[in-house]
């Protein structure tokens, strides 16, 4: 895929709606297209986190393995969300393990590229970091409405 | 306000405080601890009419009376169809229930859900846990006048596969190429391949036009806090957000005030309410 074009399906993307488009240009350049067929591990606990993606289409569960229980699924990633931020945080590891649960079309996003050029772009990392902290901090809120465990009731 | 439909001789029924008889028609399970009930009139005569949203106080004779909401379609009058979770002695009671027992039944009491106001506009129904059940109603309505309508979205969480309520029909309603209709689970674990995550993540990407938007809501009060959140996050005004609220209700017709909040009655003012008018004193703790 040419740049012209990643760029463009990154601009259709919600996460990077009003980007300014220098920084679309550079990510553009960052940017591969990624399949992955239902039940594709994506990325696995504890790897680098070297990549991040933002979904195109399909559904991705982020889960925790237990030895008693097996995988557990804590939260489904669809379309027109982000996967993925571990890749923003030292020691930069994924926390958790991803698997699509359905046939899943993604924009890959060489985060290792994009660190250095945060590092060297403080409006970049600040436009970044705008559209990323909203996202953590939903996914930490809608945690906390998980563990409270709305819907049961002692019986 | 839609009610009891008698003939003459029956008409002595209609005392809001006394019970009429029913007879149980069937009782489904629906998950671990919920169940529905279906009811008739005793004698066969009485027509049930009410509107989407309310609710009747069911009487198991020798044990108590409780608020329960109607889960069923208002087109029907023959059976009155509730679906209950047993959590007290009232509602274990019930769940003990068999096809021929009487029950008594007060009702319809309440305010319903503006589906009549809402023609025309985008419908957004945003519910979790057993809050499905006041809302099934109002959705019955909806499908039935699809046409007044513009996109209609249905948004349900449960806490786990196993707690997801009507599932069959839920399954049409996602079927349905003219429904948006979105489930998700608190926790999964082993088969399940839908959403895992709160009901609120759906609502920023949700299609429909914030300002032509008529949004219901029902499930734990924190739930409706943080979907009202995000309703209004989207750009809802918050006089097209309609919840409903549940306390301690008893009488059912406003003299004994166990349901008070604020200046109102839960059982004769709600419980369905225009969130506009509750604002002020919905974040009050105390109440």
């Not at chain 1, 399906?9 to 992955?36: N, V």
């Not at chain 1, 696995?44 to 237990?66: C, N, Y």
């Not at chain 2, 734990?220 to 750009?235: C, K, N, S, W, Y």
Request: charged share 25%; proline share 5%; hydrophobic share 40%.
């Amino acid at each position: 895929m040419n740049a012209a074009s990643m760029n463009a399906l990154l601009a259709e993307h919600p996460f990077f709606d009003g980007i300014p488009p220098q920084y679309l240009d550079l990510i553009a350049s960052a940017a591969s297209e990624a399949r992955y067929e239902r039940r594709e591990l994506i990325f696995h606990e504890g790897d680098e986190a070297s990549v991040f993606h933002v979904m195109r289409r399909g559904k991705v569960a982020i889960e925790i393995f237990t030895p008693d229980r097996g995988p557990v699924a804590i939260e489904t990633i669809n379309t027109g969300e982000v996967l993925g931020w571990s890749w923003l945080i030292e020691p930069h590891r994924w926390h958790f393990d991803a698997q699509a649960i359905e046939p899943t079309e993604v924009i890959a996003i060489d985060a290792g590229k994009i660190r250095e050029s945060m590092a060297a772009d403080s409006a970049l990392s600040n436009e970044l970091l705008r559209r990323f902290v909203p996202i953590i901090v939903g996914r930490l809120q809608a945690t906390r409405m998980q563990l409270l465990d709305l819907y049961h009731v002692d019986t | 306000m839609s009610t009891l439909e008698f003939t003459k001789e029956q008409m002595v029924l209609a005392d809001p405080m006394l019970p009429t008889w029913f007879r149980v028609q069937c009782v489904r399970r629906e998950t671990h601890d919920t169940f529905t009930l279906d009811l008739a009139c005793q004698d066969g005569g009485g027509r049930f009419s009410f509107a989407p949203g309310q609710f009747n106080m069911l009487y198991v004779f020798g044990v108590g009376e409780v608020p329960i909401s109607i889960s069923g379609d208002p087109a029907t009058k023959e059976i009155v169809v509730h679906t209950i979770r047993a959590v007290g002695a009232v509602t274990r009671a019930m769940r003990n229930l068999k096809r021929g027992d009487q029950v008594g039944v007060r009702g319809p009491f309440g305010s319903a859900w503006p589906v009549k106001e809402a023609v025309g506009r985008d419908i957004v129904i945003v519910t979790g846990g057993i809050g499905l059940a006041p809302l099934r109603p109002a959705f019955y309505h909806v499908l039935a006048h699809r046409n007044d309508y513009n996109r209609v979205v249905l948004l349900y969480g449960a806490r786990t596969r196993d707690d997801i309520l009507y599932r069959d029909e839920l399954k049409l309603w996602r079927g349905e190429l003219d429904l948006e209709v979105e489930v998700t689970v608190d926790s999964s674990v082993g088969r399940w391949r839908g959403n895992v995550g709160v009901v609120t993540k759906f609502i920023p990407r949700a299609e429909f036009d914030p300002g032509n938007t008529t949004a219901l809501i029902c499930g734990p009060e924190v739930m409706m806090r943080f979907t009202i959140q995000a309703l209004v996050d989207r750009g809802v005004e918050t006089r097209d957000i309609h919840v409903s609220m549940e306390r301690n209700m008893k009488c059912a017709v406003g003299f004994c005030g166990h349901c008070q909040y604020g200046s109102k009655f839960i059982c004769k003012d709600g419980p369905v309410f225009r969130f506009s008018e509750i604002e002020d004193i919905f974040g009050i703790r105390e109440l």
